[in-house]
């Protein structure tokens, strides 16, 4: 048995002689022979697997919280700009039909509140209507605490078309 440590000692796999005891142990893997100390090195590197792996968990969760809030403001930005477009288009139609701006702007905010959204302007130049809304980015937390002035806003602007008919 000890021939073939020799071998393999000189195939460079790892085994070595103790400077303590003059004893064939291993360095950092599996103890043939050996003193303590060569006991205490084998067990240096117990645990060090699992801070390793929780390190790796911990980067992912990071990840996906960090996609979740990426799609939680991407939608709220795409509900805004539903609700601006929408309510820009009724407040539009209601103007074409001789309402005034009053009215056209109390009606853009009824769409804008049933798309999703709270109305943050209304104005009116010349035939177009101008609604700016904002929606809220419901759901984005950061450390289990929901962010409360996240909001997105958006504008839209609608009104008729000139038509030249000569």
């Known amino acids: 048995m000890v021939a073939?440590?020799?071998v393999a000692a000189a195939a460079g796999d790892g085994y070595g002689r103790c400077r303590e005891s003059n004893m064939w142990?291993?360095?950092?893997g599996i103890q043939r022979l050996g003193c303590g100390?060569?006991?205490r090195l084998r067990h240096a590197g117990r645990g060090s697997g699992t801070v390793a792996g929780l390190i790796a968990m911990l980067v992912v969760f990071v990840m996906l919280g960090a996609a979740s809030a990426m799609g939680?403001?991407?939608m709220a930005k795409a509900t805004a700009g539903t609700a601006a477009d929408e309510a820009a288009l009724a407040a539009a139609a209601r103007l074409y039909e001789g309402s005034g701006t009053e009215?056209?702007?109390a009606i853009a905010s009824v769409v804008a509140q049933r798309n999703g959204a709270a109305m943050h302007a209304c104005s009116v130049q010349g035939e177009d209507a101008i609604v700016t809304v904002e929606a809220n980015a419901n759901g984005l937390a950061v450390a289990g605490r929901a962010l409360?002035?996240?909001r997105i806003r958006a504008?839209?602007?609608a009104g008729p078309i000139g038509c030249d008919m000569d």
């Open 4 to 6: 073939m440590m020799h």
């Open 25 to 28: 142990c291993t360095r950092g």
């Open 37 to 39: 100390r060569c006991r």
């Open 72 to 74: 939680t403001v991407a």
């Open 103 to 105: 009215r056209a702007c």
């Open 148 to 150: 409360p002035g996240v």
């Open 155 to 157: 504008v839209a602007r």
